[in-house]
């Protein structure tokens, strides 16, 4: 994502209604009005998406796959 929508000089990418204060390294998106912010976090994931938020590290990122097993095992597929 950073290749695709650029980041600040702190290395923070974000998408949508963000603040990112004192953090770098952060990928941040919403998907409509709703804020998000981050103050004193760095190398996370944050992203809004309809009615579900994901908060990860970015080190753990190839393990979304588990937050979607996880999901469909609960019958909480509204959220995928």
Do not use: C, F
């Not at 941040?28 to 760095?42: F, K, N, P, R, Y």
């Not at 994931?45 to 938020?53: L, P």
């Amino acid at each position: 994502l950073p290749a695709l929508l650029g980041a600040d000089a702190d290395g923070n990418t974000v998408a949508g209604n963000t603040l990112v204060l004192d953090g770098t390294g952060n990928i941040v998106m919403s998907d409509d009005a709703t804020l998000i912010a981050t103050i004193g976090v760095s190398d996370v994931v944050v992203v809004k998406h309809g009615d579900a938020i994901l908060v990860i590290p970015k080190a753990a990122a190839q393990d979304v796959r588990k937050v979607i097993d996880a999901l469909a095992a609960r019958g909480l597929e509204r959220y995928l």
